[in-house]
């Protein structure tokens, strides 16, 4: 809305109370000018009628009559009557009739400039009545209601203020229930993936502690499942403490001058040992000697370690796992690329949902937790960046864009 005092609902009051003050002064000017008007037709209705033959009777009557009394009292025909005496006339009006006049003139104007301020102003008394049946729908739950936003005064004012509130209301209401299906989604994946790991390792532990015909290396085995299950388990509640923290806000962020050219080579060394169980190469390609970027080191390791776990677990028929890192426009960027099985079409925009895995690995020699990319994506937007993933014939490529440090900070 303008601020202009021109668009105030002040100005229009006074603006529709001078136009109601200038039509009601036109009404009652042209009420009275026909009074006026009616007034002197009568008037005239008179004068005509005593100018007929009936009124010139009567008026020479009473002039005979005026003249014999004029005789017999003794006075000659030359008297005269003095010019100085007033002759009433009928056309005057008497003070009382003037006075009477100007109440009812008052008195009709008043009434007019009522009546036409009301009509003027119909239109705020209209609005009011909206804004209030907004008010009271607002009220009673429904935070879908919008008032109309008319003019550019005060009561739009109100009315845009009423209707962000009911929206931030709603988006809130929401997001509770939002939150409260992803509490329950969380709840049911969780008990699920607790309970699929813990289910064969009692089973196992079972067959060991009452077959009494199990040969040792049978029992040996048996044994060394249920550990692997442990372990599985293990980083599964791992994963889940690390997934809320980071999500939720608990993790609390020690930001540091971080250089990813270092990090990229420290993890590359780190997992040698698995590109090596798993058969591949690495290869990382950068023309910078340096790329400083503010964060937490360890939480960033822990996001570029995952994606490279991924990309090791589901690369290994490619051969070669590619790490590439750019800088354009003050922001870095790495790119994990591996020729690996590929992501369907319809499984990218869920990669990085919360125990989500793509059907063909859910295998128990690749299927993880389902939170590393999650993990990942939750620690990267906590730097500020971006987390990407496509999939395709020239390979699947995961790219991460953070921004570079700024100086002085």
């Known amino acids: 809305m303008k601020d202009s005092i021109f668009k105030s609902f002040r100005f229009e009051v006074v603006l529709y109370s001078l136009l109601s003050l200038i039509y009601a002064l036109l009404s009652e000017a042209a009420l009275f000018f026909g009074i006026y008007i009616i007034y002197n037709i009568i008037n005239r209705n008179d004068v005509e009628m005593n100018q007929t033959p009936i009124g010139d009777a009567i008026n020479n009557g009473i002039n005979a009559s005026n003249s014999a009394n004029i005789s017999n009292s003794g006075f000659s025909d030359n008297v005269n009557i003095p010019n100085n005496v007033n002759v009433p006339d009928s056309g005057a009006l008497s003070n009382e009739a003037v006075t009477i006049l100007v109440i009812l003139g008052v008195v009709i104007g008043i009434v007019l400039f009522t009546v036409y301020l009301l009509l003027l102003t119909k239109k705020f008394v209209t609005y009011l009545e909206e804004i209030s049946q907004g008010i009271t729908q607002i009220a009673s739950g429904n935070f879908h209601t919008r008032v109309s936003i008319k003019n550019e005064d005060e009561f739009t004012i109100i009315a845009t203020k009423l209707n962000k509130m009911a929206e931030d209301i709603n988006v809130l209401i929401e997001n509770n229930q939002k939150n409260e299906n992803t509490k329950n989604e969380l709840i049911t994946s969780v008990a699920h993936d607790l309970r699929t790991p813990l289910t064969s390792i009692i089973g196992y532990l079972d067959l060991v502690s009452k077959d009494g015909e199990l040969t040792q290396e049978m029992k040996h085995k048996y044994i060394e499942i249920a550990y692997n299950k442990s372990m599985r388990l293990e980083k599964l509640i791992e994963d889940l403490f690390a997934y809320t923290k980071v999500t939720f806000g608990e993790v609390t962020m020690e930001f540091t001058d971080i250089n990813l050219v270092k990090l990229i080579d420290q ?103 389902g939170l590393g990319l999650a993990i990942a994506k939750s620690i990267i937007l906590a730097h500020g960046g971006n987390i990407t993933a496509k999939s395709d014939f020239e390979g699947t490529v995961f790219e991460v864009v953070l921004d570079e440090k700024k100086e002085g900070k």
């Open 267 to 369: 993890l590359l060394d780190e997992f040698y040992p698995s590109f090596q169980e798993y058969g591949l190469d690495s290869e990382f390609s950068t023309n910078l000697s340096t790329a400083v970027v503010r964060a937490d080191g360890a939480m960033l390791a822990r996001a570029f370690a995952n994606l490279m776990s991924n990309a090791i677990k589901y690369g290994k028929d490619g051969k070669l796992v590619k790490i590439k890192l750019t800088k354009s426009h003050g922001k870095f960027t790495f790119v994990l690329t591996n020729y690996g099985t590929l992501i369907p079409e319809e499984d990218l925009p869920y990669i990085f949902d919360r125990f989500y895995r793509v059907e063909g690995s859910r295998s128990s020699e690749t299927g993880g937790t």
